[in-house]
């Protein structure tokens, strides 16, 4: 069975950072793209960043660009998101998801965690 | 703002059929990228429920089917049950954002 669960939410202060963690199981983790989509609450879904399987073609979103980075362990079937200047707009459920195994345009996310939540508030 | 343009809420009797559209412009939808359909049950992650913009993953109900046409493309759930009252998101790839976008998404309520 994929599995994906993220961990590293909390309460951050404005300008402050987290570091965000996504532990995968039952599958070739190198081979896949991973992806970072997060959720305000009660608002709709915000693709945030994906990774290729070597680290070798990174993405943003325009909205974090500059601010997050996105990397991965795949020796440890890690997946990580660092946070960094955060604001009160980034508060939401972040979710881990995985993407097809080369980088593609037409790609999808499939399966997903159940997320982690970042509060951005003083 | 979303990329994708979705109707906030559907709604429909058990048993009745509805549709969800997804609307986008020509440097997504209409740029020949696919689109895929989401799932997601209040309090849960979402769960992929249509992908290349006509497939059901296993375990799928063939009441669930997705269509694409020209800049937009829809979702027609079928024999409404109860279950089925969820949020759905529609997604796809922007050339413009150089990024993937999703709809806003659309509440299915079952009455």
């Known amino acids: 069975e994929v599995l994906l669960e993220e961990s590293g939410g909390g309460l951050v202060n404005p300008g402050g950072s987290l570091r965000l963690s996504c532990a995968a199981a039952?599958?070739?983790?190198?081979?896949?793209?991973m992806n970072w989509v997060r959720q305000a609450p009660g608002k709709g879904l915000e693709w945030v960043s994906c990774?290729?399987?070597?680290?070798?073609?990174?993405y943003y979103a325009d909205s974090v660009k500059g601010r997050f980075t996105i990397s991965r362990d795949n020796a440890k079937n890690s997946l990580f998101l660092q946070m960094g200047s955060l604001r009160v707009e980034d508060t939401a459920l972040y979710y881990c998801?995985?993407?097809?195994?080369?980088?593609?345009?037409?790609?999808?996310?499939?399966?997903w965690g159940q997320g982690t939540l970042v509060t951005v508030s003083s | 703002q979303s990329v994708l343009t979705q109707p906030p809420s559907v709604s429909g009797a058990p048993g009745q059929r509805v549709t969800i559209s997804c609307t986008g412009s020509?440097?997504?939808?209409?740029?020949?990228?696919?689109i895929h359909w989401y799932q997601q049950v209040p309090g849960t992650a979402p769960k992929l429920l249509i992908y290349?913009?006509?497939n059901r993953p296993s375990g799928v109900p063939d009441r669930f089917s997705g269509s694409k046409s020209g800049t937009s493309a829809s979702l027609a759930i079928t024999g409404l049950q109860a279950e089925d009252e969820a949020g759905y998101y529609c997604?796809?790839?922007?050339?413009?954002?150089?990024?993937?976008?999703f709809g806003g998404g659309t509440k299915l309520t079952v009455l």
């Open positions: 998801a995985r993407g097809p195994r080369a980088v593609a345009a037409s790609g999808y996310f499939d399966p």
């Open positions: 039952g599958f070739d983790f190198s081979a896949y793209t």
């Open positions: 990774i290729s399987g070597s680290s070798h073609y990174i």
């Open positions: 020509s440097s997504n939808i209409g740029a020949r990228y696919d």
């Open positions: 290349e913009n006509t």
């Open positions: 997604q796809s790839y922007d050339n413009s954002l150089s990024g993937w976008v």
